[in-house]
């Protein structure tokens, strides 16, 4: 009885990938990753779409500034509730459980986190604008005539201050302290004349400090954009400073746990 012999050719081994996955493909994966995240949080949609809605309603119904002013000043609220308000407590929560010192682990890096929640959050801000601008033309008789492309340039601006003061709290601070600090600063900026109440309120020596605050500028911006001759640059350069302010400090000083 005779051996059968079997000759197997081996291919060779397959090299181990090396190196990090492309920046652009972490930012990409942890943005779905928190939009989906967002989108299965009640607390998060109450924030993001309830209020400005209900706010807007209010307003109108008390008649609380024109029309043409209280929109995009509700309009910068909602920018402030998802940049500022939900962005930085659910960062700061997250960072609180432990869930952010696992990321720190991954291939994205601090910046690319950033990156990602402030992407997801611009997704988020589109629908409340667009939300916000059917409720005010249907209902309300908003009809905007100023700039398109100036809209725009204040709603990035906008929304690059907001999301960096929202991870810059949630970076640096407990949890519990970026809960109270975010939902402090909105009721703030709320009360505050320069959302949906103009600047001319304010006696006139509070006016000019009031005009550069973040909350004040986005709004004078926003309705600066949508109402023609409106447009004031010194809002946007405001915007502009701020942002790189509250992003950079929050690049630099952001802590994963």
């Known amino acids: 009885m005779s051996a059968q012999i079997t000759s ?15 920046f652009w493909s972490c930012v990409l994966a942890q943005t779905r990753a ?7 949080r009640g607390e998060s949609l109450l924030i993001t779409v309830f209020i400005p809605v209900v706010l807007l309603i209010a307003f109108a119904w008390l008649k609380v500034g024109g029309t043409n002013f209280l929109v995009p000043g509700v309009m910068a609220l909602a920018l402030m509730s998802t940049g500022m308000v939900s962005l930085s407590i659910a960062t700061g929560y997250e ?39 059917l409720l005010g033309f249907l209902f309300l008789g908003w009809r905007p005539n100023g700039s ?9 601006l906008g929304t690059a201050a907001f999301s960096g003061l929202g991870m810059l709290m949630a970076g640096a601070l407990r949890a519990e302290a970026t809960l109270a600090g975010a939902n402090g600063l909105y009721l703030l900026f709320i009360l505050i004349p320069g959302t949906v109440l103009p600047i001319s309120k304010l006696p006139d020596f509070l006016q000019g400090v009031a005009s550069v605050l973040p909350a004040a500028a986005l709004s004078d911006a926003l309705y600066g954009a949508t109402v023609a001759g409106a447009f004031h640059a010194s809002s946007l350069i405001a915007l502009l400073i701020w942002g790189i302010i509250f992003l950079g400090a929050a690049a630099f000083t952001f802590k994963w746990e």
Do not use: D
């Open 148 to 156: 398109i492309l100036l809209y725009i340039i204040a709603f990035l």
């Open 8 to 22: 197997t050719t081996t291919s060779p081994a397959r090299p181990a990938a090396t190196g990090a996955a492309p």
């Open 34 to 40: 928190e939009l989906t995240m967002t989108l299965r």
């Open 95 to 133: 960072r609180y459980y432990g869930v952010l010192k696992r990321l720190g682990a991954s291939p994205l890096s601090r910046g690319g986190l950033i990156l990602a929640k402030t992407l997801s959050v611009v997704v988020i801000e589109v629908a409340q604008m667009v939300l916000l601008a």
